[in-house]
C-alpha cells in the first residue's frame, strides 16, 4: 500500500512540472503568441486495501479453574492482515468439550466438570483459542495416625486422627469422617477418632470419607494373671499336725510378677492336708495331696506328702507256718508300720523284697509264690525300718523249667536287614542248665524285627521289640532295638527355582536321609535352620517363608550328616510407599548421604553403618551386641531400642511419591546412603521399636541429587 501511495505521488510531481515548464514557455508571451491550452488535472490515487481479520489473539491462553462453577473472563483481539487491531469485529465462541467448560456469547468461561477443554474466538476466517483446565480438589487418599498402637490397660484412650488428600496430595481440611471399630468387644472409637480399650485383642478402627477408607491395627493388653508358680514346688511333712507355709508367685502375660494378684487357695485332698487362704498347709493324715494357688485362670500347684517317719515294722505270717511243700504254692505276709510314738501308721509305703526269687517271689501285697525248692528271706521295709521272715520250699519232683536267659539281653541293629543271633539259657527249679529244653522264639513287633526258629533276630524298620523265648511255662525276653544310623541325606526343592519375590511367599523343601547300605529312612529326625531369619524362615516340616530381601541358606541335618540349599528373596517395590513415617528426632542424614546421629547431645557423623562406627561401638552410648541394634539399651539415657530394619528411599518428583532404593536394606542397623547416584530426594526410613513402641520412622531431613 506505501509504494501505491508514492507512485501516485511522484505522478502527481511530474504533471505539476510539466504544467510550469509548458506555462513559461522559453519567453515574453504577446499577441501573436498562441492562447496556452487548459491543463487536464492528475488522475486520483487509488484508494488502500480493506482490512480483513487475520488473526485473533486471546487472552488469557490458559487458566485453571479450581473448582466446579468457578469463571474466567476471557479477551480477543482481532488484528487484519497488516497485524493491526480491528475494533468493532463481531466475535464467537465456542468450547471443545462443554461438559468440562461452556463460554457465553461474550467469553465468560464456566466450570462444569473436572478435565480440559479448548476455548475458540471466531471473527471470519481467523480464529484463536485459549486452554482451560477444570482442577476442583477430590479427595484420593485417606490416612489414620498413628498406624498402630497398644493400650496396656482396659479403659485406656488413644486419639486417632485421619488426614483426607486431594489428587494433587494436598490435605483437604472440613471432611465428614466417620469412625469404626471391626471389634467393639476389644475396642470402641468415638466419633471423634478417641479409641478406649475394652478388653484383650486385637482390633482394627477404620475412618471412612465418602468411598475411601484407612485403618489403624489397635492392641488391647492390660497385665492378666497368666502363669502362677508355688514354692516350694513340693515338700514331705513327717508328722501329722506339721504346718508348712507356701509362697504363690503370679506372673502376666509379659512374664512381670504381679504383686497384689488376688490368690485362692485349696487343697486337692483335705483328708491328707489342708490350706489356709494365706497358703498354710497343715498335715493331717499319710498321703499325697496337690495344693492349688490360682489367680484369674492361672493356676499352680505343689505336691504336698503327708508320711509319717516309721519307727518300726512287724511282719506276721497268715498262715502260721513258713515252709511251702509244692511249686507254685503261696504264702500271705502281713505287716504293721509304727512311729515313734507307737502309734500305728494307716496305709504305709511298704517295699517287699525276696533275698532269692528263684526259691520265692513276693509282690507288694506280700504275697509270697514257691517257685524253686530252698530257703530265702522275705524282707518289708518302710523309711529306715525293716523286719523279715524266713521261708522255706521243700519240694522233691522232675526238672521243669523255670527261669529262661537270653544272651545278649538287649541289642541295637544299625540297618535294615541287619541280624544279630540269640542264645536262650533255660534252668530248672534247682538252677540247673536244661540243655534240650525246648524253646519257642516270638517277636513282640515284628513290623520292626523278626526272629527265625533258632533264635536269629533281623531288622525290618526303626523301633524297638521285645524278642521272647519261652520253655514250659517260663519265658525271658530281650530288647531289640533297630535305629538306623544316617549316612546320607538329600534336600530336593519342590519348585523349579529357590528365588523368593514377594514377602510371605513359601517354598516347600523335602529330604531323603539314607543309611549306610543307601537304604532309604523312613520318619527320619531332621532338624531344619535358616542361617537367617531376618531373609527366612523354615518350620519342622521344611516349609520356607519369605521375611526380607536377602540370601540365606536352610539346612537340613539327620544325626551327623547334613545339606543345604541357598534361597533368595528379591521383593521388588512397583508402588510408592504410603505408610506414615514419624520422624525420628536425632538421626539426620548430611548432603554426602552420611547419618548423623545425635546421641546424649554429641553429634556423630557415620559415613558406613551405624554399628562399624568406633566411637559407637567403643560404649559411648552403651556397648552394641554382635547382632546389631537389637535390644539395645542407652547407658547414659536408659532408652531401648531395636531397628527391626532400615531402607533408603527416592523421590523423582521432590517428595510427592516414594520407592525404596534396591540392595539398601539392612536388618538391625542404620547406613549411610550408598545406592546409585540416580537425581531426585532421598530420605531413610525404617521400623524400630523404642522403649517398647513400635512405629515406622523416617530420618528428620532429607537429602537431594540433582540431576
Not at 204 to 223: F, Y
Not at 263 to 268: A, D, L, N
Not at 275 to 300: K, R, S, W
Not at 302 to 329: D, F, K, N, R, Y
Request: negative net charge; aromatic residues 4%; glycine residues 8%.
Amino acid at each position: 500500500m506505501i509504494r501505491t501511495y508514492s507512485r501516485a505521488f511522484a505522478m502527481v510531481l511530474i504533471s505539476m512540472s510539466f504544467m510550469i515548464l509548458t506555462g513559461c514557455g522559453g519567453g515574453d508571451s504577446g499577441p501573436t503568441s498562441p492562447t496556452p491550452s487548459t491543463p487536464t488535472p492528475p488522475a486520483p490515487p487509488a484508494p488502500p486495501p480493506t482490512p480483513v481479520a487475520t488473526s485473533i489473539a486471546v487472552t488469557p491462553a490458559s487458566h485453571t479453574l479450581s473448582a466446579i462453577g468457578a469463571t474466567v473472563q476471557l479477551s480477543a483481539t482481532v488484528r487484519d492482515q497488516n497485524n493491526n487491531p480491528m475494533s468493532g469485529q463481531t466475535v464467537n465462541w465456542n468450547s471443545s468439550n462443554t461438559a468440562v467448560a461452556t463460554v457465553s456469547g461474550s467469553g465468560l468461561v464456566t466450570a462444569v466438570s473436572n478435565g480440559t477443554a479448548q476455548i475458540t474466538a471466531r471473527s471470519g476466517n481467523a480464529s484463536g483459542t485459549a486452554n482451560i483446565t477444570v482442577a476442583e480438589p477430590v479427595p484420593t487418599r485417606i490416612t489414620v495416625t498413628p498406624s498402630s498402637h497398644t493400650l496396656e490397660a482396659i479403659g485406656a484412650t488413644v486419639q486417632l486422627s485421619a488426614t483426607v488428600r486431594d489428587q494433587r496430595n494436598n490435605v483437604m481440611s472440613g471432611q465428614t469422617i466417620t469412625w469404626s471399630s471391626g471389634d467393639e468387644a476389644v475396642a470402641t472409637v468415638s466419633a471423634t477418632g478417641l479409641v478406649t480399650a475394652v478388653a484383650n485383642g486385637m482390633t482394627e478402627i477404620t475412618a471412612k470419607s465418602g468411598s475411601l477408607t484407612s485403618s489403624a491395627e489397635i492392641t488391647v493388653s492390660e497385665p492378666v494373671p497368666t502363669t502362677v508358680t508355688i514354692e516350694p514346688a513340693s515338700h514331705t511333712l513327717e508328722a501329722i499336725g506339721d504346718t508348712l507355709q507356701l509362697a504363690a508367685v503370679v506372673l502376666d502375660q509379659y512374664e512381670n510378677a504381679m504383686a497384689d494378684a488376688a490368690v485362692t487357695w485349696s487343697s486337692g485332698d483335705e483328708a491328707v492336708a489342708t490350706v489356709d487362704e494365706d497358703g498354710l498347709v497343715t498335715a493331717v493324715d499319710n498321703g499325697m495331696a496337690d495344693i492349688t494357688a490360682q489367680a484369674g485362670d492361672a493356676m499352680g500347684s505343689a505336691a504336698i506328702t503327708v508320711a509319717q517317719a516309721p519307727a518300726s515294722v512287724t511282719v506276721a505270717v497268715e498262715s502260721g507256718t513258713t515252709t511251702l511243700a509244692a511249686i507254685g504254692q503261696t504264702l500271705q505276709l502281713t505287716v504293721s508300720v509304727s512311729d515313734a510314738n507307737d502309734h500305728p501308721i494307716a496305709e504305709p509305703a511298704v517295699t517287699w523284697t525276696s533275698s532269692d526269687e528263684a526259691v520265692v517271689t513276693v509282690d507288694q501285697d506280700g504275697l509270697v509264690t514257691a517257685v524253686g525248692n530252698g530257703m530265702a528271706d522275705v524282707v518289708a521295709t518302710a523309711g529306715d525300718v525293716s523286719d523279715m521272715v524266713s521261708i522255706t520250699v521243700m519240694e522233691t519232683s522232675e526238672p521243669v523249667a523255670t527261669t529262661v536267659m537270653i544272651d545278649p539281653a538287649s541289642h541295637t541293629l544299625e540297618a535294615i536287614g541287619e541280624t544279630v543271633q540269640l542264645a536262650a539259657v533255660v534252668l530248672d527249679q534247682d538252677e540247673n542248665v536244661m540243655a534240650d529244653a525246648a524253646v519257642t522264639w516270638s517277636s513282640g513287633d515284628e513290623a520292626v524285627a523278626t526272629v527265625d526258629a533258632d533264635g536269629l533276630v533281623t531288622a525290618v524298620d526303626n523301633g524297638m521289640a521285645d524278642i521272647a523265648a519261652q520253655s514250659g511255662d517260663a519265658v525271658g525276653s530281650a530288647a531289640i532295638t533297630v535305629a538306623q544310623v544316617p549316612a546320607g541325606i538329600s534336600i530336593d526343592v519342590d519348585a523349579e527355582a529357590t528365588t523368593l519375590t514377594e514377602v510371605g511367599q513359601t517354598l516347600q523343601l523335602m529330604v531323603t536321609v539314607s543309611d549306610a547300605n543307601d537304604a532309604p529312612i523312613s520318619e527320619p529326625a531332621v532338624m531344619w535352620t535358616s542361617s537367617d531369619v531376618a531373609v527366612v524362615t523354615v518350620d519342622g516340616d521344611g516349609l520356607v517363608t519369605a521375611v526380607g530381601n536377602g540370601m540365606a541358606d536352610v539346612e537340613a541335618t539327620a544325626g551327623d550328616v547334613s545339606d543345604m540349599v541357598s534361597i533368595t528373596v528379591m521383593v521388588m517395590v512397583d508402588e510408592g510407599d504410603t505408610r506414615e513415617y514419624t520422624p525420628w528426632v536425632g538421626v539426620r542424614v548430611n548432603d554426602s548421604g552420611n547419618l548423623v546421629f545425635s546421641v546424649s547431645g554429641i553429634g556423630i557423623e557415620v559415613t558406613g553403618c551405624f554399628t562399624e562406627n568406633p566411637i559407637i561401638r567403643s560404649g559411648i552410648a552403651g556397648a552394641l551386641p554382635p547382632e546389631g541394634i537389637k535390644d539395645w539399651t542407652n547407658t547414659f539415657t536408659g532408652d531401648t531400642l531395636t531397628i527391626h530394619f532400615s531402607i533408603w528411599q527416592r523421590s523423582e518428583d521432590m517428595g510427592g511419591t516414594w520407592n525404596d532404593v534396591e540392595d539398601t536394606r539392612v536388618e538391625y542397623n542404620a547406613c549411610a546412603y550408598d545406592g546409585p547416584d540416580v537425581a531426585g530426594e532421598y530420605r531413610l526410613v525404617g521400623e524400630i521399636t523404642l522403649n517398647g513402641e513400635t512405629e515406622f520412622r523416617r530420618s528428620e531431613n532429607t537429602f537431594t541429587i540433582d540431576p
